[in-house]
């Protein structure tokens, strides 16, 4: 009986269509269950049994279940750092002048489309099941460089004590933002997100709530 085997010029690219298969497979296996048990209560037989995959596959590709996840986290990460370098092209005056133009600024439409590709992923990991230490993370590399950028030059060189509460208050409200868009399963458009990201951060105590 004749098999379906990959010749060997295309071998490799047979393997790395089965090794991502895989991975696939056991990223959608932990989101499930980061959401149903929580990290601490999941095992490799857990991810290989959802997976549909043996152990010997499973351990191919990863030590543990901490390395499974340490790779996902710094995929995104990865792609989150690609977006970083164009952030430091924004400034003031260009989120000013989009704000007045009723206009979203164009790299923050591109972040929020990207987080809501992710947005299955984002949920189970910073649920109350996944890892309390990735929402600093993503804190970090977007909300607080985002803040930064915009900060006076002075600022930016020479922070005080009180400009550095200042961006640690406006960071924690922007993760504060995509944690509660990603919990609410990502209803609102990228345009509309960036609209409000943009909005409430120029508004001011006593102004009234609308977009």
């Known amino acids: 009986m004749a098999t379906a085997t990959c010749a060997p010029s295309v071998a490799a690219p047979c393997e790395d269509r089965r ?14 269950l980061l959401e149903e048990r929580g990290f601490d209560a999941v095992t490799v037989n857990d991810l290989c049994e959802r997976a549909d995959l043996n152990r010997g596959t ?23 750092d690609a977006l970083q370098g164009r952030m430091h092209d924004v400034s003031l005056a260009d989120m000013l002048a989009y704000r007045v133009a009723g206009r979203p600024l164009p790299l923050l439409v591109e972040l929020f489309d990207y987080l809501r590709a992710q947005g299955d992923f984002l949920h189970a990991v910073l649920g109350p099941g996944g890892d309390a230490s990735f929402g600093p993370r993503l804190r970090e590399a977007v909300c607080e460089n985002l803040v930064q950028n915009i900060l006076h030059e002075k600022y930016r060189e020479h922070p005080t004590p009180f400009v550095e509460y200042y961006v640690a208050f406006y960071a924690a409200a922007y993760l504060g933002i995509i944690a509660r868009w990603i919990e609410r399963g990502c209803p609102e458009t990228s345009e509309d997100m960036a609209r409000i990201a943009m909005r409430l951060f120029f508004i001011k105590p006593g102004e009234s709530i609308e977009l």
């Open 19 to 32: 090794i991502s298969k895989s991975k696939r497979a056991l990223r959608g296996a932990l989101i499930a």
């Open 58 to 80: 499973f351990y191919n590709h990863f030590s543990d279940k901490d390395a499974l996840l340490a790779d996902l986290e710094d995929e995104v990460m990865a792609d989150i």
